[in-house]
T-cell receptor
Framework: DQQVKQNSPSLSVQEGRISILNCDYT??????FLWYKKYPAEGPTFLIS?????DKNEDGRFTVFLNKSAKHLSLHIVPSQPGDSAVYFC??????????FGQGTILTVHP | ETGVTQSPTHLIKTRGQQVTLRCSSQ?????VSWYQQALGQGPQFIFQ???????GRGNFPPRFSGLQFPNYSSELNVNALELDDSALYLC?????????????????FGPGTRLTVL
């Protein structure tokens, strides 16, 4: 039972354009959502998070949107840069600290 | 500020053996969580330790066990290794366990230990 799904295995974007990564979840008990970026041979790096009481959180080029009624969140990166090329994971947390991760989306930003 | 560190970086074991992986948490963090990431998948929660006690466990058999020490570092032990245990094992530390959605317990990951079981 995949409670957190990232349905796009990969995304290719031109440098300077917007990257939109999507994530859907099924568990209504999730109260906190995070995005991580992962380079090969490294652990996931925390990017941005959002509480379930908000619908938007912004940090520089990164914005996360949460649509609770649709159980959907998205990460917008604008403008995209080649250094943003990595695997992006969304994660969701229910009470207790356990993070449930999606399968990841490989983002490639072309110069 | 020192981040999360893990050792060893890589490890090769044979089926049936036992393995111990180690993690040092980030300074000021008292909670450690362990995850298993198989190839092409997202990390899967194994368990979490808070103040030296297990504070939640995922869907992993009892041969996966752990410890947390007074300095908040942690070990993951896996007995009777199976081929499917081959994966990247990630440790994450946080300032505390879940705190009701306020975001103060964001988990920060180490680089992982790549375990190969032959």
């Amino acid at each position: 039972d995949q409670q957190v799904k990232q349905n796009s295995p990969s995304l290719s974007v031109q440098e300077g354009r917007i990257s939109i990564l999507n994530c859907d979840y099924t568990n209504s008990m999730f109260d906190y959502f995070l995005w991580y970026k992962k380079y090969p041979a490294e652990g996931p790096t925390f990017l941005i998070s959002i509480s379930s009481i908000k619908d938007k959180n912004e940090d520089g080029r990164f914005t996360v949107f949460l649509n609770k009624s649709a159980k959907h969140l998205s990460l917008h990166i604008v403008p995209s840069q080649p250094g943003d090329s990595a695997v992006y994971f969304c994660a969701a947390r229910a009470w207790g600290g356990k993070l449930t991760f999606g399968q990841g989306t490989i983002l490639t930003v072309h110069p | 500020e020192t981040g999360v560190t893990q050792s060893p970086t890589h490890l090769i074991k044979t089926r049936g053996q036992q393995v111990t992986l180690r993690c040092s948490s980030q300074s000021g963090h008292n909670t450690v969580s362990w995850y298993q990431q198989a190839l092409g998948q997202g990390p899967q929660f194994i368990f979490q330790y808070y103040r030296e006690e297990e504070n939640g466990r995922g869907n992993f058999p009892p041969r996966f066990s752990g410890l947390q020490f007074p300095n908040y570092s942690s070990e993951l032990n896996v007995n009777a290794l199976e081929l499917d245990d081959s994966a990247l094992y990630l440790c994450a530390s946080s300032p505390g366990p879940a705190s009701g959605g306020l975001g103060t317990d964001t988990q920060y990951f180490g680089p992982g230990t790549r375990l190969t079981v032959l």
